[in-house]
């Protein structure tokens, strides 16, 4: 059973979901229309973005920051100081990793706590997406609208709209704002998406849609 958002009224709308069993800090601020579901866990001062979905057993570290419209899909795990743009997915059992030397001890032996190490983040950008089962090793930069498929292990910065596939992961195309992959137009440096038609052009290893100035838009 959802519980009232921290934020409604009596007698107001539900415009926010929290499932009983979801733990989430007092400091987490949830927006409006987002959804947090069983067993997952939002950790202090955490803030998510009006319209998101944060799935079963799916983790946001400290901090974390999702924009609007994003996806956190089943067991996806979003380590501090992740930052993710809006329209974000992140799929099934995905993991957003912080720390670059990852050791339980220090070289004394004694147990690390949170003063041994600095922690890194994975920043995403709008309406990018990121497979099921993917790994992304921070400091790494995930580029607006690119595509990090299922099972991927991606250690250095993606451009907007590459398509990213393995281990390690490498550049094998584009991708469009409709996600599918790119087909060449028959003019040199033009990509075309076979699900809307529309034509995006290729220059100096970036990727931007026709009749704009910004690989981003």
Excluded at 49 to 77: M, S
Excluded at 101 to 108: E, G, K, T
Aim: aromatic share 6%; hydrophobic share 40%.
């Amino acid at each position: 059973m959802a519980a009232l958002s921290p934020t409604a009224t009596p007698g107001s709308p539900v415009t926010t979901r929290i499932v009983d069993s979801a733990d989430v800090a007092d400091s987490a601020s949830i927006g409006d229309d987002s959804s947090v579901w069983h067993l997952a866990q939002v950790r202090e001062d955490a803030v998510i973005g009006a319209g998101c979905i944060v799935g079963r057993g799916a983790y946001v570290g400290t901090g974390v920051h999702l924009g609007d419209h994003c996806k956190l899909q089943n067991y996806a795990l979003v380590y501090e100081p992740a930052r993710l743009g809006h329209g974000v997915f992140v799929g099934p059992a995905a993991v957003l990793t912080n720390d670059t030397f990852p050791r339980a001890v220090n070289p004394d032996g004694s147990r690390k706590d949170a003063s041994d190490w600095d922690a890194v983040g994975v920043t995403v950008g709008d309406g990018a997406s990121i497979g099921a089962r993917a790994v992304c090793i921070a400091p790494v930069e995930i580029g607006p609208w690119a595509t990090v498929a299922a099972g991927a292990v991606v250690a250095k910065d993606v451009p907007a709209h590459a398509l990213v596939v393995g281990v390690p992961a490498r550049q094998v195309g584009w991708v469009g704002h409709a996600g599918r992959p790119l087909e060449p137009s028959g003019t040199p440096g033009q990509w075309r998406c076979p699900q809307t038609g529309t034509t995006y052009l290729e220059s100096d290893g970036a990727l931007r849609r026709a009749g704009t100035d910004e690989e981003t838009a």
